[in-house]
């Protein structure tokens, strides 16, 4: 009996092997085909100009020209190309039509795109009020003993304003073997000035010789009082300024190079002056030994005249931008690159008369974007 049910089970098993061997093998599933989105870069400047181009590869060949690109969430693409002006962070899908049928359709996987914000946080805005900065041209040198006196009491003034509100220019006119020695001579600042500002209305003839946003002459016949020249402060500070002025510096071992910018809130004709100055100069002054810290002293300049070059009509609201070089190896005597600023300003033309709208002091190096008054 035993022996009868062995046979038995061993005639299933070989049964079934053989059953299973005589079944039809069954084809594999089909392989999917596969739709990958590239871009050939991930980032672009949200500017509307710079893009990315997208690429769609169905199992490797370009089916580009064939397939959509879209936004998620968003509008599909005309192009294989993508620009923006908003910041953000885009997402994108490719979708393929196999034949053209819009019910046979594969999409891709998402990629991301980011769009930097590249928006001027320094662009001119001809909505605000501009902060008003005075400028006093002085022509002095280490052997006036008045000119002393008014650097005595000019730096009284200046603490009394917010930083920058008074600029100096200081031309020191001593011969060619005193430090600290700028640009020419007597006769040639004096030439300069007179042709430069043909009106006639100044003539320096005095040290210290002071103008004002060449407005006026605060010398006369002798030193202005601290009260005088105050007023004068006083006076041009509440004018509201028509141009904003930004300057971009770059200052290497032998050259300081500088864009200025101007953004008008008026339209006209303006022209930009601009020098190259040198603060903590330790020089002799008469009275005062030769351990004198001179600030403000103009060691270059950068315009052909001292009213500036012309950078022609500036529409309201809108910018312009010239750039200006100084070669630091013609520096006389050599400088401190650390002490090293601009002043730049503003003209144009006022009853017929050049006059200055507006000034700024800047380090030598770096961007100084526009000032803005307080209020608006």
Known sequence: MKIVLKLILIATMFAGVFTACDTPAQDP?????????????????????????FTVKLDGEDVTE?????????????????????????????????????????KSEEIT????????PEAFDPGKAVKKNVVFFVWTSTYCVPCYDYKVYMKKIRETYSEGTIVEANFYTDPADVRPTVIGSPEYLRNTINQTMADGRFRLAYQ?????????????????????????????????????????????????????????????EYTIGIFLTEDHISGPQ???????????????MGTEDITGDSIGTIAAGQTIDKTFSFDLSE????????????????????????????TRKIPANGLSGYEYAERN
């Open 29 to 53: 599933p089909p392989i999917k085909p596969i739709l990958a989105l590239t871009a050939d870069r991930y980032s672009l400047d949200a500017d509307g100009v710079d893009n990315i181009v």
């Open 66 to 106: 064939d397939s959509q690109v879209c936004i998620v969430d968003g509008n599909c693409l005309l192009t294989n190309d993508f620009s923006t002006t908003e910041a953000g962070t885009y997402r994108f899908y490719a979708s393929y039509y196999f034949d053209g049928d819009i019910d046979n359709v594969i």
């Open 113 to 120: 795109v980011v769009a930097n914000d590249v928006s001027d």
């Open 208 to 268: 210290p010789e002071i103008l004002v946003e060449f407005r006026e002459d605060l010398t006369g016949t002798s030193l202005p009082t601290e009260t005088t020249v105050r007023a004068a402060v006083n006076k041009y500070v509440v004018v509201s300024p028509r141009t904003a002025i930004k300057v971009d510096a770059l200052q290497s071992d032998d050259k300081v190079e500088a864009t200025v910018t101007i953004g008008a809130r008026e339209a006209d």
């Open 286 to 300: 008469v009275g005062h030994g030769a351990g004198y810290d001179h600030i403000n002293v103009v060691r270059e």
């Open 331 to 358: 520096v006389q005597y050599g400088y401190n690159p650390d002490n090293l600023f601009l002043v730049v300003y503003v003209t144009y033309k006022e009853d017929g008369y050049t006059v200055i709208d507006n």
